[in-house]
């Protein structure tokens, strides 16, 4: 990549304020772009979170003094209301809906106030913003870079396909597939239904595979039309940036360039913060965790054997009920397989996520549970083999990224589209049923981790790992891409 233009807080001239949508899978590939930007831009960094997120933030890193004495120069955050009022206990995740509904209808006003107030010299010390990186469903960003003149880049954190899938929500909806004609056709077969119409798409695709957010009978439903709204500005932006590698959505990437002649691939970001010095200890240790890491799950891999270790994480959104909860955890016990199952304190809907005693004890000594964990640490940890996912965008990457096959169980939005792709288009995954049963658990944990199909994920996986290395390093299409970026935002 280009050398910096400057990274010693006095000298660096260019100032990129990044805003990501307010949940954990959206904040932290935002943070990634911005360590990219900041250590190989020369760029001052304004990273803005929401006030509830702010103080979720500086809690689980120790307290705001510890917190930012941490941070390098140059590197700064900020934080705006969502207009929401506050969650009933100070970790619960927020409902997305009424989120996405309060960010687009509130954030403007205050996220102006923030740069107007940045930008005066009398009360800033940094350089004048110079460009905003938005998360792309955050888009009233716009307004205010256009007010400045300023350029900005939309960072769409799903997957291409998913993307794809929410731009083409207005065929669905001129073909009668939405809404629902009425609850029964979530049951009945309906959801089955080929939809061979969305060009660049797979021809196998089901409408149950598309995001999940057609799965209503209400036409205005709020992110059936939010997520059409705020795609529908990305023609607005001066680069549309995505998290992916372009082997491997090929098809998908060329299909969605219609929508912005500058649509970059980024990915994985994990990858190419690795191909460079990212400004020392401290940039690298600079984290947007909500919850507070367990670093011992990592020490606790280390007295594993390789490939033996079952990797366990729904994400930051996904809320099992109980039955679900113990039907997992009794196919874990089952398999007879080691794991490392990280339950968040909010996984299960109206009550603690408290396991069975009997499951504890019969898993002793090959079962650890952390409440959360450095997840790019874990899956690059050489016991891991194989990941049970809900399928975010983040996990799937970096789970290709390190060559380790999945168990998928995707929750909502894109993720069922994530599956789709990764069980039948990558060859890296196996579904288990929404109506989770303990014995398909037990089945699917034993194949994936060493059975004849397992095998061959695994092979697969690896050589999506090789493409994507390939794509990350100097020279590769996701390098040249954030080299392009950082030109485009200057």
Known sequence: MSPPAATAAGCQTRHAVCIPYPAQGHINPMLQLAKLLYSHGGFHITFVNTEYNHRRLLKSRGGAA???????PGF???AIPDGLPPPPTTDATQDIALLSDSTSKTCLAPFRDLVLKLNDAASSSSPAVSCIVSDGAMTFTLEVAKELGIPEAL???????????????????????FPLKDSSYLTNGYLETPVDFIPGMSNNI????????????NANDIMFNFVQREISKLPEATAFLINTFEPLEKDVL???????????????????LRQVVVGGDKLRNVSTNLWTEHPECVEWLDSQQPNSVLYVNFGSITVLNPDQLKEFA???????????WVVRPDLVSGESAALPPEFVDETKGRGLLVGWCSQERVLDHPAIGGFLSHMGWNSTMESLSHGVPMICWPFFAEQQTNCFYACNEWGVGMEID?????????????????GGKGKEMKRRAV????????????????????????????
């Open 66 to 72: 510890a917190f930012f004495d941490s941070l390098p």
């Open 76 to 78: 700064n955050f900020q």
């Open 155 to 177: 960072f769409w954190t799903p997957s291409a396909c998913g993307v794809l899938a929410y731009a083409n929500y207005h065929l669905l909806v001129q073909r009668g597939f």
């Open 206 to 217: 089901r409408l149950k595979d598309l995001p999940s957010f057609l799965r209503t009978t």
């Open 254 to 272: 060329a299909a969605l360039s219609q929508l912005s002649p500058n649509l970059l691939t980024i990915g994985p970001l994990n990858l190419l």
């Open 330 to 340: 009794w196919g874990l016990a089952s398999s007879e397989i080691s794991f490392l």
């Open 434 to 450: 929404p109506n989770v049963k303990r014995d398909q658990v037990e089945e699917l944990v034993r194949e994936v981790m060493g």
């Open 463 to 490: 050589e999506w790992k090789n493409k994507a290395i390939e794509s990350t390093v100097p020279g590769g299409s996701s390098y040249q891409n954030v080299e392009r970026l950082i030109h485009l935002l200057s």
